[in-house]
T-cell receptor
Framework: DAGVIQSPRHEVTEMGQEVTLRCKPI?????LFWYRQTMMRGLELLIY????????DSGMPEDRFSAKMPNASFSTLKIQPSEPRDSAVYFC???????????????FGSGTQLSVL | AQSVAQPEDQVNVAEGNPLTVKCTYS??????LFWYVQYPNRGLQFLLK??????LVKGSYGFEAEFNKSQTSFHLKKPSALVSDSALYFC????????????FGSGTQLTVLP
């Protein structure tokens, strides 16, 4: 099992540019989560999907952020336009349907370190 | 509402000594409680969880945690620390039966000194 795969590992961009982060969940997992980690705010849930459908996007900071899950094996998080305050580590996580409705055991990817200059 | 507090940003302990990383929670009902560990440049890894039953939960790498309902705590413990245990530890909570997702604490950096 390759685990949750995120790309790129590092992204450096200039303010105003579009950024797309990618995630491949563990095969068979039906829930996918996007988190953001910063020193100031810790670990924040941005959005999560069940069976490719967005369930809760209340953590998405603003309209500049959008996330999609076109199929069970792929998700993207897009920031357009990016701003320096978006600099953070973005994590994708997935969980197994065997955990019942609690989704309590998350498997995290290694994250994307985003720097917006 | 649900929340979790990790009162210590940093915990230092000598190798071979017991370690404790503290966590307290607040939920309006029965909690599900979790510990995750994050090594440098990696994502979080699940350590252990309390759902119901025995208050003492055993997890990966020799870690354990004790659920204390009266003190609303779920402290992480290990009898003998290893240098390789040095990492960032996160406590998390959710309300049982709720569709809400996990709420994570701010994390505690554990450093085990050789």
């Amino acid at each position: 099992d390759a685990g949750v795969i995120q790309s790129p590992r590092h992204e450096v961009t200039e303010m105003g540019q579009e950024v797309t982060l990618r995630c491949k969940p563990i095969s068979g997992h039906n829930s996918l989560f996007w988190y953001r980690q910063t020193m100031m705010r810790g670990l924040e849930l941005l959005i999560y999907f069940n069976n490719n459908v967005p369930i809760d996007d209340s953590g998405m900071p603003e309209d500049r952020f959008s996330a999609k899950m076109p199929n069970a094996s792929f998700s993207t998080l897009k920031i357009q336009p990016s701003e320096p305050r978006d600099s953070a580590v973005y994590f994708c996580a997935s969980s197994s349907p065997g955990q019942r409705a609690t989704n309590e055991k998350l498997f995290f990817g290694s994250g994307t370190q985003l720097s917006v200059l | 509402a649900q929340s979790v507090a990790q009162p210590e940003d940093q915990v230092n302990v000598a190798e071979g000594n017991p370690l404790t990383v503290k966590c307290t929670y607040s939920v309006s009902g029965n909690p599900y409680l979790f510990w995750y560990v994050q090594y440098p440049n990696r994502g979080l890894q699940f350590l252990l969880k309390y759902i119901t039953g025995d208050n003492l939960v055993k997890g990966s790498y020799g870690f354990e945690a004790e659920f204390n309902k009266s003190q609303t705590s779920f402290h992480l413990k290990k009898p003998s620390a290893l240098v390789s245990d040095s990492a960032l530890y996160f406590c998390a909570v959710k309300l049982s039966g709720s569709a809400r997702q996990l709420t994570f604490g701010s994390g505690t950096q554990l450093t085990v000194l050789p």
